[in-house]
C-alpha cells in the first residue's frame, strides 16, 4: 500500500533533532496558530485540514515510541512524496492505534501505525504512563549550622504549572483562554516543606518526587532538584570532612602556652595552646568536623595566628625592650 509521506518535523517547524520540549512548544503555537474555530468562516476548511495535519504530527513526535519508529524511515524522504513501506518494516497494518479519530488521520499515518478503531474520538497526544515531565531544578542556600543538623526548612519558588482552566491546551471551548491568554501555562508561587539529611554537603543534591514541570494532564509532574549551596560562616570553613577555623592569641601566650575558647559546630570549645606555639601552627580536635557516608566524623583544624596588641602600656614596652635586649646578647656569646 503507497502513501504520500509526510515531514512531521517540517509540519512543526521542528528540526529532527528538537527536545520534547520544544515539540510540545512548537505544537501548542500551532494549534492556536491554525485552530480553526479562531478564523473565519470562509477559511475554517483550510484551516480544519492545517489543524488536523498539526495534531496527526504531535500524535506521532510527540510519542517516544511512534517518534522511533517514524525516524527509522530515515532522512531522504521529502513532504508530498509517493512511499511504499519496505517488507522488512513489520505489518503495520494489522496495529490498532486506539487514539486517533478514525477520519482523522492520513494513509500515510493508517500505514505506518495501523488504522483507527471506527468512533474513537481523537482527544490529543496520550502519554505513555512513564513518561513524566520535566525535572526542575533550583538553589538551597543552608547555614553550616543547618547542613550539620539537617531537618526541614520551608521554601517559596515560583513555577510555571498548567493552566487549571484550559488544561494546557490554551483554549477553553475552543476559544484562547481569558486565564492564561492561550500560553497554556501559569506562574504559580509554592510553599515547599523540605526535608534537610544531617551533614548535607556544598552541591549535594535533594529531590522532591512530583514537584517538577507539569507537562500534560495525563503526564506525572517532573521532580524538583534542590542544589545545596552552604553559605559562608563567619568562623568556620568546610573542606571535605574537616571543618577549619583560626585562633589569635598574643606573644606571650603563643610562648609560654594559655587556654582558650575556640568555635566549633557544636559551641565554644576550650583548648590548650602549648609553650612555644608558632605562628600557623595547626591543632586538631578530633571528632569535631563533619560526618562521612559510613557514619564517621572528621576533625576541626585550628590554625594558630600569633597577634601583636594593637597598643601597648609603656611598662610592657619596656619589658619588650629588654627581651630584645636579652636575645641580642645571647646572640652575641
Known amino acids: 500500500m503507497s502513501a ?23 505544537y501548542r503555537k500551532a494549534a492556536r496558530k491554525y485552530h480553526p474555530d479562531l478564523h473565519a468562516k470562509r477559511d475554517k476548511a483550510a484551516y480544519e485540514e492545517k489543524f488536523k495535519e498539526i495534531n496527526e504530527a504531535y500524535a ?17 524522504l521529502h513532504n508530498g512524496q509517493e512511499w511504499q513501506p519496505s517488507p522488512d518494516m513489520g505489518n503495520y497494518e494489522n496495529q490498532t492505534w486506539r487514539e486517533a479519530d478514525a477520519d482523522g488521520f492520513s494513509d500515510f499515518f493508517e500505514t505506518l501505525f495501523g488504522r483507527a478503531r471506527s468512533g474513537a474520538p ?6 505513555t504512563r512513564n513518561q513524566r515531565g520535566q525535572n526542575l531544578e533550583s538553589e538551597l542556600e543552608l547555614t553550616l549550622e543547618e547542613a550539620y543538623h539537617g531537618g526541614r526548612k520551608t521554601l517559596q519558588l515560583s513555577f510555571h504549572t498548567l493552566c487549571p482552566a484550559c488544561g494546557g491546551s490554551g483554549l477553553v471551548n475552543q476559544v484562547t483562554c ?7 501555562r501559569k506562574t504559580i508561587i509554592k510553599t515547599l516543606d523540605v526535608k534537610i539529611p544531617p551533614y548535607v554537603r556544598d552541591g549535594s543534591k535533594i529531590r522532591l518526587k512530583g514537584q517538577g514541570s507539569e507537562e500534560a ?16 560562616h563567619a568562623c568556620l570553613t568546610l573542606n571535605g570532612t574537616s571543618l577549619e577555623t583560626t585562633a589569635k592569641v598574643r606573644p606571650e601566650q603563643a610562648v609560654l602556652g594559655c587556654q582558650i575558647l575556640v568555635p566549633s559546630i557544636d559551641g565554644e570549645v576550650l583548648i590548650k595552646i602549648p609553650s ?12 569535631k ?22 597598643t601597648m602600656s609603656l611598662e610592657e614596652k619596656e619589658i619588650y625592650q629588654h627581651l630584645a635586649e636579652l636575645r641580642n646578647e645571647v646572640h652575641k656569646r
Not at 522511533?68 to 532522512?75: P, V
Not at 481523537?122 to 502519554?127: L, Q, R
Request: glycine share 10%.
Open 4 to 26: 504520500t509521506y509526510k515531514d512531521y518535523y517540517e509540519i512543526l517547524g521542528v528540526d529532527r533533532k528538537a527536545t520534547e520540549t520544544e515539540i510540545k512548544s512548537a
Open 60 to 76: 506521532v513526535l510527540g510519542d517516544v515510541e511512534k517518534r522511533a519508529q517514524y525516524d527509522r524511515l530515515g532522512e531522504n
Open 122 to 127: 481523537f482527544s490529543g497526544f496520550k502519554p
Open 178 to 184: 481569558q486565564i492564561c491568554g492561550g500560553a497554556g
Open 217 to 232: 494532564d495525563q503526564i506525572a509532574a517532573g521532580d524538583l532538584l534542590l542544589t545545596v549551596k552552604i553559605l559562608p
Open 276 to 287: 612555644m606555639t608558632h605562628n600557623n601552627q595547626k591543632l586538631r580536635l578530633r571528632s
Open 289 to 310: 568536623g563533619w560526618q562521612d557516608k559510613n557514619g564517621n566524623r572528621g576533625d576541626e583544624y585550628v590554625k594558630v595566628v600569633i597577634d601583636i596588641p594593637r
